[in-house]
């Protein structure tokens, strides 16, 4: 069973220390290029910067050590280790600060639960910590202005098939916009990065580190939402990540249109990219095939 909590009600000083805000197949194109034996520092940077803030946290951030619903604005820090059979934590309203310090949540494995949930609300921050064998590890869903920074997410690395067999998602964004994802450590995954909606638009992606197991389908996926049409995310900026072992480091559907890729890192079993609308823009992209 999840409790539900509510921070204290004087407002914690982290509104001024908060980290910057913010299933179905996923269209061909994309050159070779050398490959760069140089990967972004960016992760561990932004974890170090992570745990300075933690180490700021105001001490009456209210304590989660359980599966839990968030109903109410404020800080949040997980205090142990625990593990889910669903979800881990459900965030369910405006401004809230959760930080996962140095714990591990654990899910119940077999592409099953979601580690963290922002359901329909805004200005959230996610930091620390580490997400493991959910279906999903962080899912926003008509969000606007969040971010996850620094944080772990380790799958199973269990075969897929969509869509009759779902894949594990490391991060899903629904529907959701001008939102962030930093600094992450995603692995064993088969899907590192889904993005859905027309109604989402200008995120941004930097230095992220997505890593495939041998059941690595896509690094990011870009795609309409279902029952809606066949419009896709659109204008989103995605810089200086590593896509690492995917049979396809990134693939964009006929709807998604104007996002910009800057100087990342994709080494590939299939091809690097795939753009199925052509107004999606490629820049500096370092490549390696991976193909025997």
């Known amino acids: 069973m999840m409790s539900r909590i509510a921070a204290p009600s004087t407002r914690p000083l982290l509104l001024a220390l908060a980290l910057v805000l913010t299933l179905a197949g996923c269209g061909r194109g994309g050159a070779l290029l050398a490959p760069a034996n140089d990967a972004p520092s960016g992760a561990e940077a932004t974890r170090r910067q992570a745990a300075a803030t933690v180490a700021q946290a105001s001490s009456s951030a209210a304590e989660i050590s359980s599966p839990t619903i968030i109903t109410e604005p404020g800080s949040y820090r997980v205090v142990q280790d625990f593990s889910a059979t669903g979800d881990g934590i459900v965030i369910q309203a405006d401004d809230v600060q959760l930080f996962l310090e140095d714990h591990t949540i654990t899910g119940p494995g077999n592409k099953s639960g979601r580690a963290i949930v922002v359901d329909g609300v805004n200005n959230v921050s996610i930091s620390g910590g580490t997400l493991r064998t959910f279906g999903v590890g962080v899912v926003l869903l008509g969000s606007i202005g969040s971010s996850v920074r620094g944080v772990t997410i380790e799958g199973g690395d269990e075969p897929a098939a969509p869509p009759a067999n779902p894949p594990q998602i490391g991060i899903l964004l629904v529907n959701s916009y001008r ?17 859905r ?5 200008e995120n941004q992606f930097r230095q992220n580190t997505v890593t495939a197991g041998a059941n690595g389908l896509l690094g990011i996926c870009y795609n309409p939402a279902m029952g809606q049409g066949p419009a896709g995310p659109r204008r989103d900026r995605i810089t200086n990540n590593v896509l690492d072992g995917f049979g396809t480091g990134i693939q964009m559907s006929a709807g998604s249109a104007e996002n910009r890729f800057t100087a990342n890192r994709i080494r590939f079993k299939n091809l690097p990219w795939e753009d199925f609308n052509g107004t999606n823009v490629f820049l500096g992209t370092r490549t390696e095939d991976l193909t025997p």
């Open 179 to 195: 939102n962030t994802l930093t600094g992450n450590e995603l692995s064993r995954v088969n899907l590192g990065v889904f993005v």
């Open 197 to 201: 909606g027309a109604m989402s638009f």
